[in-house]
């Protein structure tokens, strides 16, 4: 009977045991009887008696038959079934909340609600803040099925304190960071980026960087993923054509190398930035300069060039269709690496 009761037992398709916290052995044998996991409470219990060790509580998914061993080492172990959700360098808010959705951890709503009414997480960091936007850190994270939106911003904003516990940022360096997040995919290229915008807040140019322009289209709900004129000209506290200084808070959520290079720009006198056609960055000292990488960036795309292209003096802001279609332009997000 005994030998009987340790061979391969269980379910032939998926299904999962939730054992409660503070469960005894006895329950937790009979759950697991009851549920068609194993054949005999009497031999988990036993198994329990001769092996020890401490039962792990939580959700368990079975899907195969096993042996009676395999389902004690488990718990055992505490290998529980959780959710991976994976949250890449420079996801705002918005994709964060989308990724949970598809991962069936929650409704995008919910859980775009539920960040804005935590921020009390943050408060010794940034008081006053109405979103955990550029807190929480990009990782992969293993959540329980049951976790709730606050468990989840909860964690993410944690790592996001471990992570940087040493660096010292403040408010200022995460929306720094943010910004030199969503301009470069290259580790290399954020302390350079960080030192331009840097030396513009410097001179009192404005940042003029597109992907913040982006941000105040998301946080009105109109963003189509193309940056119209009008966008260009709008009164956003977010748009860094017509505001001067850093906007008010992240865009986006920096991994550690961005905010290292908010912390530690480049020491230079560029002003300028533009993509080149190998998947990097030209910078350049003047506005004659930047014409001409940008000309370059064109060319080597096949693009035409921009007809009649105002020169401003050298102080001034770089023209808003300088490089790209009068009518629109079209932000595209670097390619994301998964966070390690």
């Known amino acids: ?100 959705e598809k991962a069936g951890l929650g409704s995008e709503a919910a859980f775009l609600a539920a960040e804005k009414q935590h921020v009390e997480l943050i408060a010794s960091i940034t008081p006053g803040a109405s979103s955990l936007e550029g807190y929480l850190f990009p990782d992969t994270y293993k959540f329980s099925r049951h976790a709730t939106t606050t468990d989840m911003l909860a964690t993410m904003v944690k790592r996001f304190r471990q992570k940087t516990a040493e660096l ?34 410097a001179a009192g ?16 709900g109109t963003w189509t993923g193309v940056i119209h004129q009008s966008e260009l000209h709008s009164d956003s506290p977010y748009n860094t054509y017509t505001h001067t200084g850093l906007p008010p808070g992240p865009i986006c959520n920096p991994g550690l190398a961005a905010l290292k290079a908010a ?50 003096t050298e102080m001034q802001p770089v023209p808003p269709a300088l490089g790209v279609t009068p009518a629109a332009r079209k932000v595209t997000r670097k390619t994301k690496r998964p966070a390690r």
Request: no cysteine.
């Open 1 to 100: 009977m005994w030998f009987f009761a340790l061979q391969a037992y269980g379910p032939n398709s998926e299904m999962f045991v939730d054992i409660a916290p503070g469960t005894t052995t006895a329950a937790m044998a009979q759950q697991l009887q009851q549920a068609g996991v194993i054949r005999s409470a009497y031999a988990f219990e036993a198994m329990k008696a001769v092996h020890g060790g401490v039962l792990k509580a939580g959700e368990y998914r079975f899907d195969h038959p096993v042996p009676l061993a395999e389902v004690y080492a488990r718990l055992r172990k505490g290998d529980v079934y959780t959710v991976a959700l994976v949250i890449p360098e420079g996801y705002d808010i918005f994709e964060i909340a989308r990724a949970v």
């Open 168 to 201: 010292g940022v403040t408010a200022k360096d995460v929306t720094m960071a943010s910004l030199v997040e969503r301009e470069v995919h290259l580790d290399s290229e954020r302390p350079m980026v960080a030192s331009v915008f840097e030396n513009r807040l």
């Open 205 to 220: 140019m404005p940042l003029q960087t597109d992907p913040a322009v982006a941000y105040a289209s998301m946080l009105r």
């Open 263 to 312: 912390l530690e720009p480049a020491h230079s006198d560029y002003l300028y930035f533009v993509a080149n056609a190998e998947g990097g960055t030209k910078f350049a000292r003047t506005i004659a300069e930047h014409h001409a990488n940008v000309a370059g960036y064109r060319a080597a795309m096949g693009e035409p060039p921009v007809l009649n292209a105002p020169v401003p």
